[in-house]
T-cell receptor
Framework: DVKVTQSSRYLVKRTGEKVFLECVQDMDHENMFWYRQDPGLGLRLIYFSYDVKMKEKGDIPEGYSVSREKKERFSLILESASTNQTSMYLC??????????????FGPGTRLTVT | GIQVEQSPPDLILQEGANSTLRCNFSDSVNNLQWFHQNPWGQLINLFYIPSGTKQNGRLSATTVATERYSLLYISSSQTTDSGVYFCAVLPYGGSQGNLIFGKGTKLSVKP
């Protein structure tokens, strides 16, 4: 079974704090993704990575950065948390394909509240 | 870019009823997945189905890639089926790209 795990289910932080959200997958997937989900706005891609040390901006990268030092781990960093970053954050992973399926798997999500 | 449209947006059923959810997409795809988002927010994989038909218990799905649509069937619905069902596609040739999600169908199953 593919497992994507996220470091916290619920997180409460103060405005201005630096926040780290960690994601780990155990299937040797090349692609990893960070999304946020807000009511009425659906899932929006923040950043993705298709290899170690590689990163690509998604649709809403402002206010976020990412780190991928190891293949299995993809971190999302809020440099200075703001209240408009209160959201549900979802991590996902997927193989590149090459004859395997392109099925994508999600972690359980982190509900972040910034006060 | 590719468009993904799901219908209906909302669906209310009595327990035991059957339902069909539809996903239309505007271009060729490498991947089509159906997800169920549970009340805790987790996206659960239901089907990976770029073409053909699959069944898993009370759920089944069919994708007709040449006509660019997919259907998710839920039979004998239960209250635990409630939640939001998303269809998502990976555009053809986009092995490194992003899944494109529909807006979802919100299903409420009443006891």
């Amino acid at each position: 079974d593919v497992k994507v795990t996220q470091s916290s289910r619920y997180l409460v932080k103060r405005t201005g704090e630096k926040v780290f959200l960690e994601c780990v997958q155990d299937m040797d997937h090349e692609n990893m993704f960070w999304y946020r989900q807000d009511p009425g706005l659906g899932l929006r891609l923040i950043y993705f990575s298709y290899d170690v040390k590689m990163k690509e901006k998604g649709d809403i990268p402002e206010g976020y950065s990412v780190s991928r030092e190891k293949k299995e781990r993809f971190s999302l960093i809020l440099e200075s948390a703001s209240t408009n970053q209160t959201s549900m954050y979802l991590c996902a992973s997927r193989t590149l394909g090459r004859g395997a399926s392109y099925e994508q798997y999600f972690g359980p999500g982190t509900r972040l509240t910034v006060t | 870019g590719i468009q993904v449209e799901q219908s209906p947006p909302d669906l209310i059923l009595q327990e035991g009823a059957n339902s069909t959810l539809r996903c239309n997409f505007s271009d060729s795809v490498n991947n089509l997945q159906w997800f169920h988002q549970n009340p805790w927010g987790q996206l659960i994989n239901l089907f990976y189905i770029p073409s053909g038909t699959k069944q898993n218990g009370r759920l089944s799905a069919t994708t007709v890639a040449t006509e660019r649509y997919s259907l998710l069937y839920i039979s004998s619905s239960q209250t635990t089926d409630s939640g939001v069902y998303f269809c998502a596609v990976l555009p053809y040739g986009g092995s490194q790209g992003n899944l494109i999600f529909g807006k979802g169908t919100k299903l409420s199953v009443k006891p």
